[in-house]
């Protein structure tokens, strides 16, 4: 079957029911995209779909439908995202295995929502779970990188 | 192995070694005998150098041995180094750098030692250190105990100095420009001329020159880096998903392995039958590891997916069945016979219970909890004849050595072990059995690499917890004041079961049973604290802050009690009680950020609690709201004195996340077990705390200490106990178990 990853064809010879995130990591070597949990818990596998956050260790492949983007499609080092330079700029990580998904998360929350309260990113972000602790910079990073996304 | 041998000299050896097209540069205290494979041809008590910073034809890179677990020790490490060496952080790479005896933890022996006095100010070690000469002796390179910054603060700047001076006798050499009219920066010498000569440029001539035997560490006042922010090395890589961890390695040839162990932790395996897993597809083979079975595929998914079709016929657990039984034997631990360790025993307590009719009492509990690191454990092993190569995220990377050399029956030497990025640990990663089941793995299939992958329940039901314990107390109050307070301490010692799974016997009391309260900086005119080794129960393993993540609850949890059972406020009577200058600053300076004291309004509360840990006096004041569906955690303050802050933006990180991690645990989370079989698996069962119930955090570092500490685990042990007082204030009542959620609810 075929998907596209990152604005790349990929074909892969999988059975449907194996999840994206198993396809992306051991399939197609891309790694940003974390095992967590493998249940929908932890937040640490979410990719966009279409632009929409999905947690890649819940989707079949053979559901698929749409253009996937992961982290390393969202920005790169030398291009970064508004999202992943707040999350620079703020320190955000520290072990950083959780960062992915955070980032993830935000970034499909800013492009629906850039003018958020703290109460819309308390909601939307307690679904992505950080065993560090970063809660307090994800919040400062996430309102920083509102900032940068209104003003561009 | 050392002889293990006691040098009463601390002399002080520098010197470079030869790389392959360039220099290497270390330093470090010569207070152990270690063999290295470097050190023929030196005199006797001399020992060879081991590198920390090598410079070649790709740069400069700093040796960081000590193993980021998330808490930045790769950036600290590196930024030690640099503050001396004139690199920018943006110029170098780091290296973790291999296993060696000559990178064992000085730090971690002192304060693993028995009973040695935490605080630095008064007295003598009580105990002989018995852990110290086992560490010693097996030259153990560990990351832990909060001592990555102790450690290294003076003997990191060292190597940086030792290599610097290098490069700069080399710099004169190449240029004839007298040594004292060089400078250094940014990865070059500098001539009075304005010529630039690099490091690299440098470091064939280096390799050549004997470096100086005394270097003089700059002046505070001269420092670039510490104390200033800085961007840690790894931000970028962890915030653009180009950071590999563990699970991130891929090797060529290599398959995927997932294992199928006892859900009764530690039993036996009866029979299994693959023929249903072997079946499917990309499933290579099934076979047979200590504990349970290996399915070894072309993909971690479908290892995982076959493992569950695998029909095992399990042996019962090797510890009790029912959580009352656990319980049981630490209520039934508190006798004579039991007795691990007294030391702290001043006053006479018997003396004041039998003048005192009013006596205080109170039982306490804290449960098993999980490490449950977001990354799973995973390894990648390759065994081939005669050889093996390890990549894996480890604190313990000499052990993995050893126990990959044991299980292939080949020469630890000959084991190559990669350590790599850890998408956290919290204590985890000081065990290794993933490594061991992987090698058993490798050592079937020679010469092809082979990547375990712990699923998440795997993971969480196969974890070796934090200990359970409970404690009790007893005291007496008079004309308003504490006068009596024991705590008696029961636990499974962590350390045993956790050397026991290295082969290593560990004799003497362990400290960690009355780690957090033995030693805690009040006097108490008749204060006790007694700890008593329960037996063995489930594994259990160190779990950050250890002893003291228990105990730093127990502790403040009784002491609460006493105070107000005196009608005394308690902040007033614990800088009343306090005696260690460190301690009384950290507590008034959370009073000072709470504004405690001031009113906070119906159905609110303030909790204040101080913990010593790792020679860290740390101080929290937590601020909680009832609300009609529960308690809201508002805000804490946190003060916590450590000498030096090495780098202030790391340190409030690191604060903050360890007042998380502990609030969350404290509030939601336990392990129990049923027919020996953890009940919690998944994050949906232990939660932590999320986003939505994260407390404004205000943290504040003192530096009135003349020692520079570690900061990954002090901020841990005193945030329960705060917010248990904060509970009491808002709502009158006293919680005694965690989690708390037992009790009440939290929104």
Known sequence: MQLSVNGKIHEVDVEPEMPLLWVLRDELGITGVKYGCGIAQCGAC??????????????????????????????????????????????????????????????????????????????????????????????????????????? | MGRLKTFTRRTFLIGSVAVAGGVAFGAYKVATPHENPLSAGLGEGEAAITPYVRIDAQGVTLITPRADLGQGAWSVQAALIAEELDVELDQIRVDPGPPSPAYWNTALAAESAAFMVPSGGTGEAIAAGALSAVMKTIGMQITGGSTTVPDGFVKLREAGAVARETLKLAAAQKSGVPVRDLKTQAGKVLLPDGTELTYVELAPIAAGIAPPREVALRDPSEWRLIGKPMRRVDIVAKSTGTQAYGIDQRIDGMVHAAVVLNPAQRGAMMSFDASEALQMRGVRDVVEISGGVAVIADNTWRAMEAGRKVKVDWGPAAFPAPMEEHWQALSDAFTEAKRDSRQRDDGDVEISFAENAGLIKGEYRAPYLAHAPL??????????????????????????????????????????????????????????????????????????????????????????????????????????????????????????????????????????????????????????????????????????????????????????????????????????LCSNDEARKVLEAVGEMSGWGTELGEGRGRGVALTQSFGVHCAQVVEVTATDAGIRIDKVHVAAEVGTVVDPVNFDNLVKGGVIFALGHAMNCEITYTDGIADQDNFHAFEGMRLYQCPVIEVRGLENGTRVLGIGEPPVPPAAPALAAAIFAATGQRLREMPFSKHVDFV
């Not at chain 2, 917890?465 to 004041?481: D, E, H, K, S």
Request: aromatic share 6%.
């Open chain 1, 46 to 152: 979410t990719v966009h779909v279409d632009g929409a956050a999905v947690r890649s260790c819940q989707l079949p492949v053979g559901e698929l439908v749409g253009e996937v983007t992961t982290i390393e499609g969202l920005g790169t080092p030398g291009a970064l995202h508004a999202v992943q330079a707040a999350w620079i700029e703020h320190q955000v990580a520290q072990c950083g295995y959780c960062q992915s998904g955070q980032i993830m998360a935000a970034a499909a929350f800013l492009a629906l929502n850039p003018e958020p309260t703290d109460a819309d990113i308390d909601a939307v972000m307690s679904a992505n779970l950080c065993r560090c602790g970063t809660y307090p910079r994800i919040r400062e990073a996430i309102k920083a990188a509102a900032q940068t996304i209104r003003s561009a």
């Open chain 2, 375 to 576: 990354e799973p454990i995973n390894a990648v092993v390759r065994v081939d004849d005669g050889a093996a190569e390890v990549w894996t995220g480890t604190q313990i990377p000499r052990f993995v050595q050893n126990n990959v050399g044991r299980i292939a029956g080949i020469d630890p030497e000959k084991v190559t072990v990669h350590v790599l990025a850890m998408g956290g640990s919290f204590g985890h990663r000081l065990e290794d059995e993933v490594v061991k089941q992987a090698t058993e793995i490798a050592a079937r299939m020679k010469g092809t690499p082979i990547k375990l992958t712990y699923s998440r329940e795997q993971d969480m039901t196969h974890d070796f917890p934090r200990q359970i314990a409970m404690a009790r107390m007893r005291g007496a109050v008079r004309n308003g004041q504490v006068e009596t307070y024991e705590l008696d301490i029961a636990m499974p010692s962590v350390v045993l079961s956790q050397m026991s799974r290295q082969g290593l016997a560990v004799p003497g009391p362990d400290s960690q049973i009355v780690a957090g309260a033995w030693d805690q900086p009040f006097a108490i005119p008749n204060h006790r604290v007694t700890g008593y080794r329960a037996r063995e129960l489930a594994p259990v393993s160190s779990w950050r802050s250890v002893g003291a993540s228990s105990n730093g609850f127990f502790y403040n949890a009784g002491l609460d009690e006493l105070i107000h059972a005196a009608g005394a406020d308690p902040l007033a009577e614990r800088i009343r």
